[in-house]
């Protein structure tokens, strides 16, 4: 029942051929499972691929690309699909590249603190490989159980710890890239500096798939923390809570992650918890802290006490046992499904601003939730400025619908006026790609289309998304 | 009113279709769905699924035989509800989609049909477990494929077999009820006990005995086989006859997780039906599961000295009724328990998925088998006959490594 006309047979063979029968999904019905991903897009049958091709190896993509390359026909990449703004809908159509199959941590080199892998393998998966060599992968994207590492560098994905640790972009050394003709490409290398030629590698992170096909990763590690302590501390303002951050950062006690929620968030968790709201709570922080040991936590647990109460707190809590961090994680972790739990759809947006004007961006989206009277709830990495308003509404109600689509409009706004930008750590793909032009200017718009058309003149990478 | 609607297939879409519009396909359920563990195509996943019911219901998909299919690969273990943070009921979305697309294409797989068939009518069950009690005799059981008739270990086998005679024979000391001292107690013999697992019945008898003089009435299956294959009106006139049944007892004590979860849910299929409303949710409120009832009514089994068992959740017992507390603490005080790694990971016995989708099923197992074995348990223990037939077969390939029993065996 799909739009998209067949593939000719012979390169469905080519295609069998290049990556083995058994990696190639062709069934209308199983196909159909490969036209969407995590972002708002409904469900189409224009988004349906025309065959499902799996690789195992950078020789079988290159392969691939050749064959599609030849005959023009688009190709998505894909990881877990699990990508908040449609990045790996193949939105013409065409072969979605399922890079799940190549799944193997290459080498984990201790000496150099690196480690090499293949696209497929899940960001919880090289964490855990390098944690127990005593090593630390930071980026740790609220989806890090399911993600995989190709969409994590596609997407420049960042997470909770990026305010003490920074995001993939930081951690990606060298990678290995298949182009759009076939070509394979190598960028960077373990050596820690390196100026030979442009940085390739910065190109391609954040690229969303539209240059070209990650076949295998070099990342740098940490040492992995020896201690991690969670804090919980509680304010009347948002403001307050922001100030508290600010002050932190300044004193160089800075958390390896500082989460805020707004009284809105508080009152979906207290909710869901059937526990009451503390008297006078506007806004939370959960702040993770680690070091080489307990005596590392207590200083910093000591100063982030003494720093927030001058910033005017009227709750703190240290967890003290496995137990009670777990406890307080549980918190921020549940938030999501709480929040949603308050409405039948909930658009989550991902907006980024300067760390000084995350108070007036919170304010502003405050004032669009009472404009178009739908419930805005806040939550975010309030270390690194980026933040997630949820806007609660019911998109089957097409005055609902509408109204919603007003108030992302206003938040998308809001943030670039206070000199932020549209995506902190989702990407631009399809669902932002409408404010994409505007946001960034004819010159660099221009920019963009240079650099696509070099490296994939005829455009069959990922086509339709970004602008 | 439950039964089916005026445009047979249609009305019922609808409703898998509600169930699943809260998933945002964040992919969650990814990492601890078992089947796309073993199978890894997003179709065979629970995002994928509820996918396909949207894409169904939506027009997107034509129904037809590889959809019903793609539907009845699904164990309905919950896996992906409890990782899900909109709680998406995948499992009940499955069950209304499989009844929308046989009341549409009407044919569900053969084996499924027959074993509706069979178990609807109680006389055949008896029929059926006399004549496999009859091979079992005979040796002859061992024709047929080993998850039809598993070999089940008796409690005086496993007894014999590892532990001296003072722990033959009586029953352990049995306390009265603390919660319902006078409590009329009646047992829900289910028919994976009754055929497969007589042995197994007798030691929950034998226990139930001993705490108080309990009633067997006649009663029919529970009705999940033909809830989950598309038969609904045949599983609610079975919740019927099963009310009416148990109409003289305060208590329906159950040692089958997937029957005592069934029962205890069946208010629901009844609401809005003034006439049964009432009565289903009566009857849901006395089922208990046998460990359930056991903790509740103090009993404390006797310690067999030495005894290391490990124990594996039915998927029905865990996340079907949250029941994980009362099963450790009667292996603790029966013997020692070593926990699995993955505790609560379904089995792949699933009722007759294991005979519907083999390869798969053995997968699963396999990961399962190897969990068991890293435990150093004597005996995995379980509380479902579903997952027993999984675990036997387990046993069995680990060429006596462990052994695998119902709780009632072992306490």
Redesign the interface.
Known sequence: ?TTCTALEPDLLEGFREAVGRENV?E????V???S???S?LP???RTVPQVVVRPRTTAEISRVMVLAHRSRIPVTPRG???GRTGGSVPLQGGIVLAL??MTSILELDTANMMVSAEPGV?TIDLHDHCARQGLFFPPDPG?W???TLGGNIAENAGGMRAVKYGVTRDYVMGLEVVLADGSVLETGGKAVKNVTGYDLTGLFVGSEGTLGIVSRALFRLRPLPKARGVLRVVFRTMDEACAAVQAMLLEGVTPSAAEIMDAACLEAVALARKTSLEAGAGACLILEIDGDGPEALDAQSRRIEAITGQAGRIGFRAAATREETEALWAERRGL??AV??MA?N?LGEDISVPRSAFPEVVRRINAISRATGLRIPVFGHAGDGNLHPSVLCDLADPDQAARAHEAVDGIFKAALELGGTLSGEHGIGVSKRPYFAGAVGPVSLEAHRAVKGALDPLWILNPGKIW | MVSAAPKAGLAPLAAARQKV??C?????C??VCPLFDVQ????A?AR?KN??V??LA?????PGR??QE?LEFCLLCRACTDA????VPTDEAMVQARQALADTLGHTPLRSRLIGRTLRRRSLVTLGAAALTGLRFLGLHRLLPSSVVPREVSRRSYLARRAGPALLGAPAPGVPPAVHPTARVAYFQGCGMKLLFPDASRSTQRILGGLSAFQRPDHPCCGLPHLAHGQRAAFLELARENIRAFEGADLVVTDCASCGGTLKHLASWFEGNPEWEGPAARFAAKVMDLTEYLVAAGYRPRALPGATFTYHDPCHLARGQGIRRQPRQLLEQAGQLVELSAKERCCGGSGSFHLEHPAAAAAILQRKQADIQGTGAQVVVTACPGCLIQLTRAADQSGGAFQALHISQVI
């Open positions: 029942m999904i069934s209308p019905l199983e159909f499972g490969y969407y991903d995590a708002f469900l189409d049958t877990a699909a699990s799940d199959r899940r989806s159980k399911v993600s999501s499904s949603a739990a039948p909930r | 519009l809260g945002d396909r964040c992919g969650s990814l990492p890894d195509v997003e179709r996943s994928g996918a396909l949207r894409g939506e027009g997107l998909l034509a590889e959809a793609a899900c943070p909109g709680k």
